[in-house]
């Protein structure tokens, strides 16, 4: 049974650092892997996909990293702004349906 | 806006009635999921169609939920005779199938919030 894991689960920064989120799934026989985002009482918005045959992918100031034989994934913020201020959430598809970790709580300090 | 649509976006009810909620999924998407998730922890996994054909459901998928999309577009989901751990937000998703652009990435609504009194 595919588990996910998120570490750390509560991250608070000051505005403008640069800092990497991390997670952890236990079964490299992936489809691909998204990272989202969620705001409080909100639904999940989709940041990056990356498919079992990537390496990497970037939008903006975020870049995601995929090592499926490790069974791990980052997902790089540079240049932290407020605006950042929310849980990220990774996920990660075997056959269809999206297996998540508990997120990680990120708050960037002004 | 990723343009998946739920609706109601909250849903107050007593211990023991029946709700329903319905997911609009982007037009061209022919796979739609739905997920739950409570306070504190990812969304989990509860069942998905392809087109109108359910394919998979999860073991929390109790026989007092129900689920349809008759038609390949909209669904439904249906709780029966509701009990407070029924409490959660409730998610809907949809994607593209194999074999077609982006398949697999997954585009998530707003969530319904059902809370159970």
């Known amino acids: 049974k595919q588990e996910v894991t998120q570490i750390p689960a509560a991250l608070s920064v000051p505005e403008g650092e640069n800092l990497v989120l991390n997670c952890s799934f236990t079964d490299s026989a992936i489809y691909n892997l998204q990272w989202f985002r969620q705001d409080p009482g909100k639904g999940l918005t989709s940041l990056l996909l990356i498919q079992s045959s990537q390496r990497e992918q970037t939008s903006g100031r975020l870049n995601a990293s995929l090592d499926k034989s490790s069974g791990r994934s980052t997902l790089y913020i540079a240049a932290s702004q407020p605006g950042d201020s929310a849980t990220y959430l990774c996920?990660?598809?075997?056959?269809?349906?999206?297996?998540f970790g508990k997120g990680t709580r990120l708050s960037v300090i002004a | 806006d990723t343009g998946v649509s739920q609706n109601p976006r909250h849903k107050i009810t007593k211990r023991g009635q029946n709700v329903t909620f319905r997911c609009d999924p982007i037009?061209?998407?022919?796979?739609l999921y739905w997920y739950r998730q409570t306070l504190g922890q990812g969304p989990e996994f509860l069942t998905y169609f392809q087109n109108e054909a359910q394919l998979e459901k999860s073991r929390l998928l109790s026989d007092r939920f129900s689920a349809e999309r008759p038609k390949g577009s909209f669904s439904t989901l249906e709780i029966q005779r509701t009990e407070q751990g029924d409490s959660a937000m409730y998610l809907c998703?949809?994607?593209?199938?194999?074999?077609?652009?982006?398949?697999?990435?997954?585009?998530f609504g707003p969530g319904t919030r059902l809370t159970v009194t």
């Open positions: 037009s061209e998407h022919n796979r």
């Open positions: 996920a990660v598809s075997g056959n269809t349906p999206l297996v």
């Open positions: 998703a949809s994607s593209l199938g194999p074999g077609r652009g982006r398949a697999g990435e997954q585009y």
